[in-house]
Every structure is written in C-alpha cells, then in structure tokens.
C-alpha cells in the first residue's frame, strides 16, 4: 500500500450528494487471489437479478474472469472498465447485457493492469468508478436503473481496490475456509479504514462470506468462530456442496444461471442475495 498511502492524503472527499433511487454499490473485496470473489460476483449478481433486482456486475480485474464466466467475448470488450477509468467514455457506454435477465456487466481487459501508472498522481484518482456510477442511473429510462452494483475487485489493494472502496456503500469479503484465512484480513480491514476516514465516510462492512465452508469439518467451523470474535461481522456461508462437481457448481467457466442449475449450490446464493437484501436495508437505514 506505500506506492498508494499518498493517495489518502490527496484526494480529500467531497460528498456526493445521490440521487434517491441510487443503485446499492457493493464491493467483493480481499487482496489474496482465489477466495471467491468472482464465483460471489457472478452467482450473487445472478440471484439477485433471479428475485427481481436489476444488477450490474463491474469487472475491475485485469484478468476479466467475470466478464469470460458471463460468456462475454474478448471481441465484445471494445468498450471496457479501462475505458472508463481512464476518462474516456461513460459507464453505461461499457455495459453488455448477459444470458441472465437483468444482470449486465461491465467488462474488463488485460488494459486495465496499466491504470495505476497512466493515471499516475492525477487528482481524484482514487474517485474515477465513484463518479462514473454516479453518472450511471442519470437520464436512464427508470426500467433500466440499476439497483445493484457488484464490483469485482482484483486480487490487490491497488488503485482499482481504493477505487472500488471510495465508490461503495458497502464491501462484502469472500474468504476461503482455510487455515491462514484470517491472515490478510487485518490488512484488508486497515485498508477499509483507511479509506473510510479520508475518501468515503459511508463504507460499511457489509459482512464475510465464507467460501469453500463444510460444517461436517472442524476448520470451517473454527474459522466461522474466529471470524465471528474477531470482527463481530455478519457471516454467510456459500458451500458448494461435495457431492456436485465443482464443472457443475454455480462458478464461471459457463455462463451461470441459477434458474437452470439443479444443485443445492444455487440455493446458497439464492439465500445469500435475500440476506444481503436485508442487510443493505438495515445498513441504509443507519
Ligand atoms: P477470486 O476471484 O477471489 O480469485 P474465484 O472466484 O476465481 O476467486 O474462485 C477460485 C476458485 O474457488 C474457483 O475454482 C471457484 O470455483 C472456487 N470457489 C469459489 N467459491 C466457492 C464456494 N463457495 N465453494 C466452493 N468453491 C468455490
Ligand atoms: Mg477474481
């Protein structure tokens, strides 16, 4: 984080005064890689569009794996969060609608790995996405307002990371049942801070959830404790389940649709999105 610590000292934080309908913006954030956060993106984004909400996935990860798991193409990126970071076109230019109604996304390319330095120490460069998503729902038809936004961070507390947290109301934390999960998590938490006292008072920790959980083994259930002791935060947990093939469980590689998966996987996600529903509700109202 060095190479950023100067970012909270310059960009101080003018508030942006949202419109009522403003879409709930939450982060998938934890700088370790293969925790989560993608499969969360991809199958919380299609269970919320399954009950209703109109969802928008931003894929802020140069890899662009939530872009490829909703089947978009390399060659229908030609507008990309690069783009939009970069000042060079509007959100909504970005936006390709999936397979699955009412979820689009935002796509990402290999281009976005060049933004901290292009950017370089450009004022209100930790405000790009905050300020391109609040452009997102002005002037839109109200059938297409978005009422989620899912943004999927890279594996990094990097400049897209602060980003992503200087737009959100709210960062959820996928972390991987595992021995060392709660390494890391101390600096991602410190991270968040960082960014609540100068870049955006409103973060909240919406909660963790826990991937790879199994309650039949004693790791998971510790881990479920150590979290719950060691941050107070709301846990859910989104086991895929041992007897569905991970090539059958709701993650990308195929574009997901919750509707169409008959595994029980789909119905943690399913049961996620309605818990997380009622947790932005109670985070809103505070
Ligand atoms: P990240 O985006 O954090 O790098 P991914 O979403 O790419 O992580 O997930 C890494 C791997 O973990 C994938 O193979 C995915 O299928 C698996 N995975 C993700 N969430 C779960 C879950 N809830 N249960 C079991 N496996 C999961
Ligand atoms: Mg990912």
Known sequence: MT?????????????VARA?????????????????KTTTAINLGTALAAIGERVLIVDLDPQGNA???????????????YDVLIGEAPLRESVVPTAVPRLHIAPSTMDLSGLELELGTTPGRAFRLRDAIAALNSNAADDSDYTYVLIDCPPSLNLLTVNAMAASDAILVPLQCEFFALEGLSQLLQTVEQVRTTLNPNLSIHGIVLTMFDSRNNLSNQVVADVRQFMGAKVYDTMIPRNVRIS???????????????CVGSEAYLKLATEVIQRERELKTH
């Open 67 to 81: 872009s490829t798991g909703l089947g978009i193409d390399r060659r229908n990126r030609s507008c990309s969060t």
């Open 20 to 36: 009522p309908g403003h879409p709930r913006i939450l982060s998938l954030a934890n700088q370790k890689g293969g925790v989560g």
């Open 248 to 262: 059958e469980a709701p993650s990308y590689g195929k574009p997901v649709l919750v509707y169409d998966l008959k």
């Open 3 to 15: 190479e950023n610590s100067q970012v909270f000292q310059e960009d101080t934080a003018p508030k």
